[in-house]
T-cell receptor, first 113, second 113 residues
Framework: GENVEQHPSTLSVQEGDSAVIKCTYS??????FPWYKQELGKGPQLIIDIRSNVGEKKDQRIAVTLNKTAKHFSLHITETQPEDSAVYFCAAILTGTASKLTFGTGTRLQVTL | SAVISQKPSRDICQRGTSLTIQCQVDSQVTMMFWYRQQPGQSLTLIAT?????????ESGFVIDKFPISRPNLTFSTLTVSNMSPEDSSIYLC??????????FGPGTRLTVL
């Protein structure tokens, strides 16, 4: 089955700096890669996703890149703000099959003033 | 995106008792899932709730411990049976929308004493 590794486990940045979270996956057939943000006391929120036919996707201050050859994908947050502080999870899946989302272990991002 | 509600939002229970968690979605969806998130951990899939048939459980989870109902396309329940302190977790339901996006409810925070 799929295995997703995520790094770093914790990340502290100053407000205004950029943050990068990296994930690697094991199943080369996986074709959909979502990212979730989980704030304290809340459920995970889908913030951006990317499919295997695309190398990069951007939505305002967040972007995701995918390298299919190396089987890794990354989340980039620019101009970080205190409200970006949360736990971020990456995930991978082969869509259209009985396979399920496999999550990374999470990254706790702290944006300091 | 789908709007998902869960009840209760939190509960404190005595060991040996059972708790039923409800999940309501604002639109009809085919795929509904139940996850467990142990303190400080990532998300682990318990089962897929199938409408009109028995749930499909992941390895390590059994129907006797986590019975699931799915009476229609907008509602599901998860029961945590014969609880022990090790069952203290956040329980999350999720739904798969169009284009494979998966959205999560706010979670039920369970503490077993």
């Amino acid at each position: 089955g799929e295995n997703v590794e995520q790094h770093p486990s914790t990340l502290s940045v100053q407000e205004g700096d950029s943050a990068v979270i990296k994930c690697t996956y094991s199943d080369s057939a996986s074709n959909y890669f979502p990212w979730y943000k989980q704030e304290l006391g809340k459920g995970p929120q889908l913030i951006i996703d990317i499919r295997s036919n695309v190398g990069e996707k951007k939505d305002q201050r967040i972007a995701v890149t995918l390298n299919k050859t190396a089987k890794h994908f990354s989340l980039h947050i620019t101009e970080t703000q205190p409200e970006d502080s949360a736990v971020y999870f990456c995930a991978a899946i082969l869509t259209g099959t009985a396979s399920k989302l496999t999550f990374g272990t999470g990254t706790r991002l702290q944006v300091t003033l | 995106s789908a709007v998902i509600s869960q009840k209760p939002s939190r509960d404190i229970c005595q060991r040996g008792t059972s708790l039923t968690i409800q999940c309501q979605v604002d639109s009809q969806v085919t795929m509904m899932f139940w996850y467990r998130q142990q303190p400080g951990q990532s998300l682990t899939l318990i089962a897929t709730a199938n409408q009109g048939s028995e749930a499909t459980y992941e390895s390590g989870f059994v129907i006797d411990k986590f019975p699931i109902s799915r009476p229609n396309l907008t509602f599901s329940t998860l029961t945590v049976s014969n609880m022990s302190p090790e069952d203290s977790s956040i329980y999350l339901c999720s739904v798969e929308a169009s284009h494979n996006e998966q959205f999560f409810g706010p979670g039920t925070r369970l503490t077993v004493l």
